[in-house]
């Protein structure tokens, strides 16, 4: 299954699986959010927001649910005052992770030059 098989077929790119990967995956912050994830593993909202820098606390907020309907990550909330919240990467947003290794590896080769 690759790129050959929706040559001439392609009305529009989200209905390829290409597309979906894009929707998945693009925007200027998604990759970032997955990237620190991975890292982090479980990390708290603030967290989050200090380690991305230039994020305004609303768009944050705005992708991390975007993300959490796509199924990519989990919030888990702990009933306690101040409240915490953390994410962490679903198993879909997991399954990402091949992507992002190759997107580094890219990288490094290029980068060297």
Same mark, same amino acid.
């Given at each position: 299954? +690759?790129?050959?098989?929706?040559? !001439?077929?392609?009305?529009?790119? &989200?209905? =390829?699986? @290409? !597309?979906?990967?894009?929707?998945? #995956? !693009?925007?200027? $912050? %998604?990759?970032?959010?997955?990237?620190? *994830?991975?890292?982090?593993?479980?990390? %708290? @909202?603030?967290?989050?927001? %200090?380690? #991305? +820098? &230039? #994020?305004?606390?609303?768009? *944050? &907020?705005?992708?991390?649910?975007?993300?959490?309907?796509? +199924? *990519?990550?989990? %919030?888990?909330?702990?009933?306690?005052?101040?409240?915490?919240?953390?994410? &962490? *990467?679903?198993?879909? +947003?997991?399954?990402? @992770?091949?992507?992002?290794?190759?997107?580094?590896? $890219?990288? @490094? =080769?290029? =980068?060297?030059?």
């Amino acid at each position: 299954m +690759g790129m050959k098989q929706y040559e !001439g077929k392609i009305k529009i790119l &989200s209905d =390829t699986p @290409f !597309g979906y990967t894009l929707m998945m #995956i !693009g925007g200027k $912050w %998604r990759l970032v959010i997955l990237y620190l *994830l991975i890292e982090y593993e479980t990390i %708290r @909202f603030n967290e989050l927001k %200090r380690k #991305i +820098g &230039s #994020i305004t606390y609303k768009t *944050l &907020s705005v992708q991390l649910k975007e993300m959490e309907a796509d +199924g *990519l990550i989990m %919030r888990k909330e702990y009933p306690q005052i101040p409240p915490k919240v953390e994410y &962490s *990467l679903s198993e879909k +947003g997991k399954s990402l @992770f091949p992507i992002m290794e190759a997107m580094c590896e $890219w990288g @490094f =080769t290029y =980068t060297q030059e």
